[in-house]
């Protein structure tokens, strides 16, 4: 059984805001809020923001894929940005596997706005530590 939401606190995370929705083996969904200070000075989202966000969401994904006493981190990520997201508005990431391994998994990340337009495809990925 994995571990609950509160469980999988990472601090950037709730410094950015993110707020994850839902997270199993198969999918992770969460929210961004665009904020002014995680904007460019185009009041729109930055793309550092854009790529935390996806490494985020699908290292919470890897994390509920490894064995208990396990860990995870990125040891590779490939960002492509497809569109912007302007201050106030509120983006949605789904972060699922490509690849479920006993030493490395790969997530696919498609950020989006609320209109449905692609903000971002992030591909990445993530070791597993034991």
């Given at each position: 059984m994995p571990p609950d939401i509160a469980a999988l606190r990472q601090p950037l995370a709730e410094t950015l805001g993110i707020e994850i929705l839902e997270a199993a083996k198969e999918k992770v969904i969460g929210r961004l809020v665009v904020r002014p200070d995680i904007c460019t000075s185009g009041h729109t989202l930055h793309g550092g923001a854009i790529m935390a966000f996806a490494d985020t969401l699908a290292a919470t994904g890897?994390?509920?894929?490894?064995?208990?006493?396990?860990?995870?981190?990125?040891?590779?990520?490939?960002?492509?940005?497809?569109?912007?997201?302007?201050?106030?508005?509120?983006?949605?990431?789904?972060?699922?596997?490509?690849?479920?391994?006993?030493?490395?998994?790969?997530?696919?990340?498609?950020?989006?706005?609320?209109?449905g337009k692609l903000v971002a495809i992030v591909t990445q990925s993530q070791m597993v530590l034991t």
């Open positions: 890897a994390f509920l894929n490894v064995p208990d006493g396990a860990g995870t981190t990125t040891i590779e990520s490939k960002t492509n940005f497809i569109g912007g997201a302007k201050e106030g508005s509120t983006v949605i990431g789904e972060s699922t596997p490509n690849h479920v391994g006993r030493r490395t998994s790969v997530w696919t990340t498609k950020i989006t706005r609320e209109d």
